[in-house]
């Protein structure tokens, strides 16, 4: 048996993300709709509440094959998604520390993966668990739910998607491993179901003013983690580096805070967060 006496092995993290509003500072569904097909854009406005989403994608990437509209098009438009430096500097810094990354994701396969390839991110991540989509050799792209209509239904209690509860979905990956700490970061009403499966020693990033934060101080019992607020990708950054221990003195309390501080929001941000649109795409994907 090695002596380890000397050396103390690194802590051993699952960091897991929500993609929309979390790691990019846009919703993909609507990206695509809105750069690529104004009158499908606007069908899918109108539909929200009132049909299941993944379904509604799958009905509206018809619209767009109908129309003319290539996957070189649509893998074009997802290249130019907003995904901030400061985020992707926090994943490097935490891969670099031997974390564990995954992401939890309402979106679908081929937009994923589309973006992370885009900006050279994908080797980052373990596994992309979101909604199957494929192109057709026709260049059709379709997406399935990702808890099929073809499986009991899995009668999560909280604010789940049918397609999808990310509750159940985290829960497999913290019981696949022993972990010294886990950490959950997403912005919306479906995240709240994830962030509850944490316990005391575990840390849940939540996007400030948005729906996941409006579920944990609605329902604070429920979640047992150390909840940090965060506004902008530079916000993430400095937790990622007080959650790592890699941080200078003066930054290390972040983690501890209940609230991230309010720095000045990156240009990148800032731009997306004069519209309405951040609000929507809550209300939408809800
Ligand atoms: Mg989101
Ligand atoms: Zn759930």
Redesign the pocket.
Known sequence: MLSSTTSKAPAKRLFVF?????LIETDSDNWVFEHLCEELYQVQLEAVGKVQWTDLQQRLLGGLFERGISREDIERTLSHIPFAPEMIEALKLMKSQGSELYILSDANTVYIETVLRAYNIDHLFTEVITNPAKFDERGRLNVVRFHGLDKEPHRCPLPCQPNLCKGREIQKLIDSQSWDQVVYM???TN?FCPSTRLQSKDVVLARCSLLLEKEIKENPQMVKANVVYWDNARDVLQATKAILGASSSSSSSAASNKSASRTKIPEVLSVMESSDSKIYAQAV?A
Not at 18 to 22: C, E, G, K, N, R
């Open positions: 929500d993609f929309d509003w979390t997403g912005d919306s995240d994907k």
